[in-house]
């Protein structure tokens, strides 16, 4: 195998704000340790509430309402438009501010905007390649597609730090085409959930700890190599758009990653 340039980090943060009662950030970082060998791993709180608490009282407050004002401009408020361009009013920025210490998941944001505003919270001594923040979140985000002009909602946004949504994993990925003319044919929710149960991720899902395993391995390909996909669909880093194919690629192919992505792992831990 041809030479690869690798940055594997020092350290990776695992900020927890998932709040699923199935999201088991321990065995997460199981996970990494035998995939990337003893690499350190430490874990924060949610991000928002880890880097407000480090600041004085009279900081805190400046930088929550900034935040506020910042994170109320990425909501997205036109699924077709890519351009938002407005100016959030005061009730919007006043909700954002009650809910940087609990994230709510009723609204969508831009993901890259999102990222960005969490960019500028990390300290200069905490960036570079050394440094790999994963951060899990309820939020739901989405970034603009440009064949259908819209914006889809999304499991994760890669980059520094890299974002991971518990919701996204339930609303982002397609339900399969059955369950929605079903439920255009008048089949209730409820119903369709149990019929369709082993076919896609819900809320407090018993199997989102090992899905998100495979997201996580995304996010630390992506800092360490700047690729977290693959076009094999059995290996976890395949990016899938279908409930089925996360369910395929994280729980049932057989393997976990494909022969390249497993000699660069193989790789990282000689």
Known sequence: MRDIE??????IYLYDGGRAANLDLDEIAKYIKRNLGNIEIEFRKDFVTHWLSLQSPTVKEK?????ANKVARC???KIETKEQGFEPLPGEID?????LFYKHFGILYDGFELRTIFTELIPANERGFVFCHIIFTNQ?????DENDKR???RVSVYGFPSIVSTSGVVEAPAKPREFYLKQQMGRSLTTLKKEFKDKFIDYDDTRLTEVLKGYTMQALFFHMMGEPFCEDKKCRLYNAHWQEEVIHAQLDSGYEFCDQHRMILNKIKK
């Not at 739901?140 to 603009?144: A, H, L, P, Q, V």
């Open 63 to 67: 930088v929550a309402n900034t935040l």
């Open 95 to 99: 909700y954002e501010r009650r809910s």
């Open 151 to 153: 914006y889809h909602a």
């Open 140 to 144: 739901i985000f989405g970034t603009w």
């Open 75 to 77: 909501k997205v408020r």
């Open 6 to 11: 690798i940055h594997l980090p020092s350290i």
